[in-house]
């Protein structure tokens, strides 16, 4: 399988569905690679996971503007 199959396989599985899914050790486990405080309830770490998700992505997406805007054009 290359990357772009994958890619669109992935896309199937949102962010939401897949963190509602998660035992409490994988959530714990997920917490503490993202730098996230670990103590809580399930719900809770997951509303954590979710809010640096969405930062994450925001954070993809001005990047990307920035890098257009400061590339020179061939």
Request: proline share 3%; hydrophobic share 35%; glycine share 4%.
């Amino acid at each position: 399988m290359d990357t772009n199959e994958l890619m669109s396989i992935a896309k199937k599985f949102g962010d939401d569905w897949t963190l509602d899914n998660l035992s409490r050790p994988q959530l714990i486990s997920m917490c503490r690679f993202m730098g996230i405080n670990a103590f809580g309830t399930d719900n809770f770490l997951r509303y954590q996971l979710r809010n640096r998700m969405r930062y994450i992505k925001a954070d993809d997406r001005v990047s990307r503007c920035n890098y257009r805007v400061t590339m020179p054009a061939d």
